[in-house]
């Protein structure tokens, strides 16, 4: 779905990725984890268009992307999370779920909300004419995600969705995820700097360590010793 080689780049003349590779297949959850720093948003921004390479190439669906900018790649099928949601605080839950239409042809921009969201995240269903900002953190992640999955995206970036949420919605995210890859074959890529949660969800992983691919794999066959290295914060 997502394969990224050789990939340079980073702000102005600082270069921040050297040498990165990634594959991210159909269906499949991988995990992008790394420390503070280290690249893992500068890596999301050059795959959605934010940020140009400065060599390597990005593919999506067999086609190598140039300078196709982040509409672009919306309207192809790529759906980015950032970190810290990005919700508007003033619309309703349910003018913010519709923003994630614009990304589909003008003819599949109802205003409905199709049933299945509110079946993945049921707490939506009850706020649907509250503020954004009236949403626990827990509620907007929610949001953020809904959002996001309204597009109808092949692949679904997402940045620390679980950082600062309560135990219980990490758990309905995770879930949600895993759902989602295997019935919609949805792709996801999940960046997170806590290997259990990647453990819990993902099927394989990548470990970024200053602007470097330093090591990947399945995550049933992970050996957590050799890894701290790159992980302890
Ligand atoms: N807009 C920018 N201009 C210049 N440097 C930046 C910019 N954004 C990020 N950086 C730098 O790029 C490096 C990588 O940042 P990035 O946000 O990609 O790391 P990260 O792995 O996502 O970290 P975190 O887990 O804290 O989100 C850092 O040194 C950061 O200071």
Known sequence: ????????????????????????????????????????????????GLLPT???????????????????????????VPQGREIFSDLSVKENLLLGKEALPKSQRSKNIPEEIFKWFPVLKEMIGRKGGDLSGGQQQQLAIARAL????????????????QPSVVQLIQNVLVKISKEKGISILLVEHKLDVILSCAEEFYILDKGRMVATGRCDEINAEDLHSHLAV
């Open 1 to 48: 779905m997502l394969s990224v080689s050789d990939l340079k780049a980073g702000y102005h003349e600082t270069m921040i990725l050297q040498n990165v590779h990634i594959n991210v297949p159909e269906g499949k959850i991988v995990g992008l984890l790394g420390r503070n720093g280290v690249g893992k948003t500068t890596l999301l921004k050059v795959i959605m």
């Open 54 to 80: 400065k060599q390597g190439t990005v593919s999506f669906k067999g086609t190598k992307w140039e300078k196709e900018r982040p509409e672009h790649r919306a309207g192809m099928g790529i759906a980015y």
């Open 150 to 165: 309204i597009s109808n995206p092949r692949l679904l970036l997402l940045d620390e969705p679980m950082e600062g949420i």
